[in-house]
């Protein structure tokens, strides 16, 4: 039985989605007016894991993760890039997506886009009005009357007698409440028209919270099953989305919240303005994808996530350690469909799994099939091996490109492919010399070589190499 952690309830409780056999979840997807940082991909790479897990166990599951391509920053970005709306979160969600595939992460099955679903926001926006919950202010904007929700502040924890405006709560004159939020937004004289849409409220666009219930009602119903996002949504953001799905469909809004940890850099809260900000094309400059996807997972889920350049040095060596156990040109079975989950190193990866997405003790199951293996060399370990590891997108290179990448960054090893030909070129020419039973100059290739710290490895399908 799978147990997750719900962060409404704040406890693990056994899964039981609304339809048996069938998974609705969402998840917050990212703002696309700068490239995604390390934090965004802790969430790309999380809920990855969680919706593979989901399939693995048979269950029928429908994804979607959003993006938010109409806000303030967006817009803001536009005007000052002199350029288009539509041009500047196009090319970041194209930078977006490269940045999922370098990560191994999974497509979701829906992505929508917010500017693509206003018309249901307005009409969400029409059944709060009409339930007497959203009320228009005197400045044009249509807000939501946050008091006059039963239950507010439940997700979170916060009580409305403790709220107060703060940082992420604006204060406005024309608001009834300072704890109310926009739903619909009315234009301004100065916004470029494509942020601006028509409708019964007046010309304008929708406040950040609605996206989200639109998107995820109307793709999934009105009760999803889970939804996911970082632990920075949980207020206002998704307090919000239940207060308005809830108050407009008068339903349950999600069965199970799940919030991934904050990111942390050398201890300290990553931000732009301490200096300690990196977008994961940063961190691929020096490090391999999957390095980065392995360090995100020795983690849980929940966990504070430290980045910092010697955390990432030991996921490397860890993930060298995993690949040094493979064997190149493996043609066994290695898929999921083929692992008895009923005994041994499976059961227990499962039952970690199964354990509110473990995956530190799920790791740790591959690490003892890796000694394993390298003590017996039995196909069967290495298939089991295998299998466990693709679970969590892990694994999936032959082992001899993987060592032979180094496991640096994408960046790096494409400014070694030039090297690497001149290094291919050695080799051939040190084959043809011992051919030539010129053993004198095949041995002062591999020399060379290894003073470069490139070692020669022969076996009976011939020499391959790897830098140490």
């Known amino acids: 039985m799978l147990r997750i ?45 969680v919706q593979r897990w989901l399939r693995t166990s048979g269950w029928q599951v429908t994804y979607v993760r959003n993006i938010t391509d109409i806000d303030d920053k967006i817009i803001r970005r536009a005007v000052d890039n002199g350029e288009t709306i539509r041009a500047l979160t196009t090319r970041f969600i194209d930078h977006m997506h490269e940045d999922e595939r370098a990560l191994g992460v999974q497509p979701p099955d829906h992505e929508p886009r917010a500017t693509d679903f206003v018309p249901q926001m307005l009409g969400l926006i029409g059944l709060l009005e009409e339930r007497g919950y959203a009320y228009r202010a005197s400045d044009g904007d249509v807000n939501f009357a946050v008091r006059r929700f039963d239950g507010y502040g439940r997700l979170s924890g916060k009580s409305l007698d403790d709220l107060r405006a703060g940082e992420r709560v604006s204060v406005d004159d024309a608001k009834q409440d300072p704890l109310d939020f926009v739903l619909w937004k009315a234009a301004k004289p100065q916004e ?42 949980q207020f206002p953001h998704h307090e919000n989305e239940i207060a308005q799905s809830e108050g407009a469909l008068g339903c349950t809004f999600v069965r199970y919240w799940m919030h991934n940890g904050f990111v942390r850099v050398d201890d300290e809260k990553m931000s732009k303005s301490l200096g300690n900000f990196f977008t994961i094309r940063e961190v691929l400059r ?36 995993l690949y040094n156990a493979l064997s190149a040109g493996f043609a066994g079975d290695a898929s999921p469909a083929a692992i008895d989950w009923s005994t041994g190193p499976a059961r227990r990866f499962r039952d970690a799994m199964d354990d509110d997405f473990n995956t530190p003790v799920a790791l740790s ?36 490109q993987a060592r032979r990448s180094g496991l640096l960054g994408s960046d790096a090893a494409q400014a070694r492919a030039g090297d690497d030909e001149r290094i291919e070129q050695a080799v051939a020419a040190r084959a043809a010399a011992k051919k030539a039973r010129d053993f004198t100059q095949a041995d002062r290739i591999r020399a060379e070589l290894l003073a470069e710290g490139i070692v020669l490895e022969d076996g009976p399908a011939g020499t391959t190499w790897r830098r140490v």
């Open 286 to 321: 020096s490090f391999d994808a999957e390095v980065v996807r392995l360090f995100i997972l020795r983690a849980h889920y929940r966990s504070p996530l430290n980045y910092s350049d010697a955390h990432l040095e030991d996921a490397r060596a860890s993930l060298l350690r």
């Open 365 to 400: 199951v591959l690490f003892e099939l890796a000694t394993e293996l390298n003590r017996s060399g039995e196909p069967a370990l290495e298939a089991q091996l295998r299998g466990l590891a693709g679970v969590l997108g892990l694994l999936g290179r032959d082992p001899v």
């Open 192 to 233: 470029p028209d494509e942020a601006k849409w028509a409708s019964p409220f007046g010309v304008g666009r929708p406040g950040w919270h609605i996206e989200c219930s639109a998107m995820s009602t109307s793709l999934l119903g009105s009760t999803l099953d889970i939804h996911g996002g970082g632990a920075d949504l």
């Open 5 to 49: 952690h719900n962060s409404l309830t704040r406890q693990k409780e056994d899964f039981v989605p609304l339809e048996p056999g069938r998974v609705r979840m969402y998840v917050c997807g990212m703002t696309v007016y700068d490239y995604c940082h390390i934090g965004h991909a802790r969430v790309l790479v999380v809920f990855d894991v």
